[in-house]
C-alpha cells in the first residue's frame, strides 16, 4: 500500500463520487467509506461533504493576505497585487486534473457553483479592503477599489476559465497580460498625486505637426 | 381584514421571525403559520424559505435581460447597460425598509449572504455576454467584455450599499456617477475602430511647448 495521505484519500474519493453517484446522492458516510476511513476522520479534515473538493480556501486566503500586507507604497501594491492573484491562478494550475474535475461538476451542480462563487467574493474582499487602504480617504476612492477588485479578481477568472477549458496553456503569462490591462484602466488613480503631463497616444494616423498644434492648444486652454 | 397579498404577507412573516428567533430556528411552516397560510401556499409562492425574503429575481433578471436585448449598438448598449443597472437599483430602493432589513440578515447569517453573492453574479454574468456580444470577436474582447461586467456590477453594489447603510440619500445620482465612471474607464476600447490620434492630457504642469515637442517626436518614432 502506498502511503497517500488521508485527506488526498479524501479528495479523491469524493470526486469519485460526486461523479458516479452524483452530488445529491453521495453523503459524507459514502466518501470516508471510501476512502477507507472512518466519518469522524472525514469531518476532522473538512466542515462538510462539498468541502472535500474545494482547495483550501481559509489557508489561501491567509496567504493572500500575507502577501498584500507586505506591500505599502502605490507601486509596490500593484506589485503585491500581481503577484498575489498570479499565487492564487497557480494553485488551481498545480491541482492540474483535479482542478478540471472540480470545474466539471461547479458547471453542473448549482450547490458547488454557488460555493465557489462565495469563495471568490471573500477574495474580492481581501483585495478591495487592500486597495481602499492603500489609497487612502481621497474622494471616490472607495469606489475605485470597489471597481480595482472587482476587476483583478475577473482577470484572474478569467484566465483560469480559459485554462480549465484548455483554451491556453500558458495561464501565467496571460494572467499577467491580462493584468497589465487591468493596470492600465485604472492608470491614473482620481486624486492621484501626479504633477507632470501625462500623454497617452492611441492609433496615430494624423500628421504630427497637425496634432503637435491640437495639444498646445489644449494645454494653454487649461492654463 | 385588509387586503395584504398572500406573497407580502410571507414576507412579512419571514423578515418578522428571522428577526425574533433567528434564521436556522425558523422553519417553512413557523413562516406559514405567521401568515395564516398553510405551508402548501407559501411552497407555491417559493422554493425554499430563504427564497421568501429575495427579491423576485428571476423576474428581475428577465427584465434585464429584455432592455438589454433592445441595444445594438456601441452607443445604445452603453446608455442600455447604464439603464438597466440603474433599474435594478431602483427597485431596491423601491424596497425601502425591507431592503434594509434584507441586508442586516444577508450581513450576519453566512447561508443567506453566499445567496445574494450567487444571485449577483447571474446579473454580472447577463452583462458579460451582452457586452461581449456587442463587442464582437475581436482580440481580447472577451477579458474586456469581463471587467467591463464586473466593473458595472460593483458600481452598482456600491451604490446599493451606501444607500443601505444611510450613506447616500440619492442612489440614482450617485449610480449615475459611478457609472460615468465607469464608462471612463472603458472609453478606448482595445482593438477599436478608432482611426484618429486620441490623446489624453492629464495635469498638465509643464510648458505646452516641451509637451507638444515630445509628442512630435513620440509620433515621428511610431511612424
Do not use: C
Not at 479592503?129 to 474622494?139: K, T
Not at 471597481?147 to 476559465?161: E, G, Q, W, Y
Amino acid at each position: 500500500m502506498t502511503a497517500i495521505p488521508v485527506r488526498d484519500r479524501l479528495v479523491d474519493a469524493a470526486f469519485a463520487l460526486f461523479d458516479e453517484r452524483g452530488y445529491e446522492q453521495t453523503t459524507a458516510d459514502d466518501i470516508a467509506d471510501r476512502a477507507g476511513v472512518g466519518r469522524t476522520t472525514l469531518f476532522r479534515h473538512y466542515r462538510s461533504k462539498e468541502d472535500v473538493i474545494f482547495p483550501d480556501h481559509d489557508r489561501l486566503l491567509a496567504i493572500v493576505k500575507e502577501r498584500l500586507a507586505t506591500a505599502s507604497k502605490a507601486d509596490t501594491a500593484i506589485v503585491a497585487v500581481t503577484e498575489t492573484v498570479r499565487l492564487v491562478l497557480l494553485r488551481y494550475v498545480e491541482e492540474g486534473d483535479r482542478a478540471r474535475l472540480r470545474y466539471a461538476l461547479t458547471s453542473r451542480i448549482a450547490t458547488l457553483r454557488d460555493r465557489e462563487i462565495a469563495t471568490v467574493a471573500r477574495y474580492q474582499r481581501l483585495f478591495r479592503e487592500f486597495i481602499a487602504e492603500w489609497m487612502g480617504p481621497a474622494p471616490g476612492a472607495a469606489l475605485r477599489a470597489e471597481l480595482m477588485a472587482a476587476a483583478v479578481v475577473s482577470a484572474h477568472n478569467h484566465v483560469l476559465r480559459r485554462w480549465l477549458r484548455r483554451d491556453t496553456t500558458e495561464p501565467a503569462a496571460e494572467l499577467d497580460a491580462a493584468m497589465t490591462e487591468v493596470v492600465s484602466l485604472f492608470a491614473e488613480p482620481s486624486g492621484g498625486k501626479s504633477n507632470g503631463t501625462a500623454v497617452i497616444v492611441l492609433h496615430d494616423q494624423r500628421d504630427p505637426e497637425a496634432v503637435a498644434a491640437t495639444i498646445r492648444r489644449a494645454l494653454r486652454q487649461r492654463s
